[in-house]
């Protein structure tokens, strides 16, 4: 059963992210990889927010729980569309495109679940 939570999570957060990517897209363009940047740095956030304010609360079933974490948020954010849109713009000579999307996505992950997590727990103070 576990497994049948963690694939309908998995199917909501792949089309979260595609559905935010082609938005990116449309507004912003293809120069810069937008999308994933704010698909990472949001799930980042997210993550961080979920696992203080609600999983450390131990009121969700743990089933729900990790079809959150791991089904949804795992097939949201992309670590692997990083990399490759990474080793993309190096191709491309893009050095500095490349250079501020690698520290941007590395910092702004971290201080993003950091936020998340004070932001939990600000929630459970509460």
Same mark, same amino acid.
């Given at each position: 059963?576990? +497994? !049948?939570?963690?694939?309908i &999570?998995?199917?909501?957060?792949?089309? !979260?992210? +595609?559905?935010?990517?082609?938005i990116?897209?449309?507004?912003?363009g293809?120069?810069?990889?937008? &999308?994933?940047?704010l698909?990472?740095?949001s799930?980042? %956030?997210?993550? &961080?927010?979920?696992?203080?304010?609600?999983v450390?609360?131990?009121?969700?079933?743990? +089933?729900?729980?990790?079809?959150?974490s791991?089904?949804i948020?795992?097939s949201?954010?992309?670590?692997?569309?990083?990399?490759?849109?990474?080793?993309?713009?190096?191709?491309m000579?893009? +050095? *500095?495109?490349?250079?501020?999307? /690698? *520290? *941007?996505? /590395?910092?702004? &992950?971290? %201080?993003?679940?950091?936020l998340?997590?004070n932001?939990?727990e600000?929630?459970?103070?509460?």
């Open positions: 059963m576990l +497994y !049948l939570f963690i694939g &999570g998995g199917i909501i957060g792949s089309m !979260l992210r +595609y559905l935010v990517s082609i990116a897209v449309q507004i912003w293809k120069d810069f990889p937008l &999308g994933t940047l698909i990472n740095l799930g980042s %956030f997210f993550l &961080g927010w979920f696992t203080s304010a609600i450390n609360q131990k009121k969700m079933h743990p +089933y729900i729980l990790t079809a959150i791991t089904g948020v795992g949201y954010t992309t670590f692997s569309t990083f990399c490759f849109e990474t080793v993309h713009l190096f191709q000579e893009n +050095y *500095l495109k490349a250079f501020f999307y /690698l *520290l *941007l996505s /590395l910092f702004g &992950g971290l %201080f993003f679940v950091r998340g997590v932001v939990g600000q929630q459970i103070k509460k």
